[in-house]
């Protein structure tokens, strides 16, 4: 099995995949958001050094990203990975290129969500969530609405909207991923490591083809 790295826009189900992929697999999900929090929580100098950055508004810096995500590599030693939310940029790309020449980590594909724009709003803004489970569901897509309208499945609780979940903020957030995003996608392409799957399909004809990459078999064709 070959690491992976995910890049994906808002709504494509990322984080469905590298779920079920850790279950089937026994992948290692890295996420950055995580490493920084973890770090941050074990009271350590460093971490206390990220939390007075986080704190005042400022962005961490692509260095101690990189501090961390070469702990953890080194850590979990050749269990396969999935990397999640770097890079974001053609910068952090390069600054993980050379990392994965120091680590000597070449078995890996970059694997790309793709997903029309009107459906992730569609999925994004009719997500509604249970307020005592956090069970979640969508309003547009018929295998994915409750039972019964605002009420949860699971425990009979209601469901609401998430407040971050609006047209607005979707569109920015959407539009801001893909101005940083298409570089950095051009320059895997060039390494012959960049694998694309349509995302606009349901969670398990995604999966199928993300199982069908990580055996060999070109999806993209």
Do not use: W
């Amino acid at each position: 099995m070959m690491n992976i790295i995910f890049i994906a826009p808002p709504a494509a189900g990322k984080g469905t995949q590298s779920s079920l992929l850790e279950e089937k697999y026994e992948y290692k999900h890295i996420s950055t958001g995580d490493l920084l929090r973890n770090e941050i929580n074990k009271k350590s100098d460093f971490g206390n050094e990220i939390e007075s950055i986080i704190s005042k508004g400022e962005l961490v810096s692509d260095d101690i990203i990189t501090k961390l995500l070469k702990n953890e590599l080194e850590n979990i030693k050749h269990q396969k990975f999935i990397l999640d939310g770097y890079p974001r940029n053609l910068r952090q790309a390069e600054i993980l290129n050379e990392l994965f020449n120091e680590l000597n980590i070449e078995n890996y594909v970059t694997i790309y969500l793709s997903l029309d724009n009107e459906i992730a709003m569609k999925r994004a803004l009719g997500r509604v969530v249970c307020t005592k489970c956090g069970a979640s569901y969508n309003k547009y897509f018929q295998n994915l609405m409750p039972k019964e309208n605002g009420i949860c499945d699971k425990c009979r609780s209601e469901l609401v909207v998430r407040t971050d979940d609006n047209e607005e903020t979707f569109k920015n957030r959407f539009d801001t991923f893909l101005n940083a995003t298409n570089p950095v996608l051009d320059f895997y392409k060039e390494k012959n490591k960049l694998s694309i799957v349509d995302a606009n399909q349901n969670t398990e004809e995604i999966f199928k083809n993300i199982e069908e990459i990580l055996a060999g078999e070109d999806v993209n064709n």
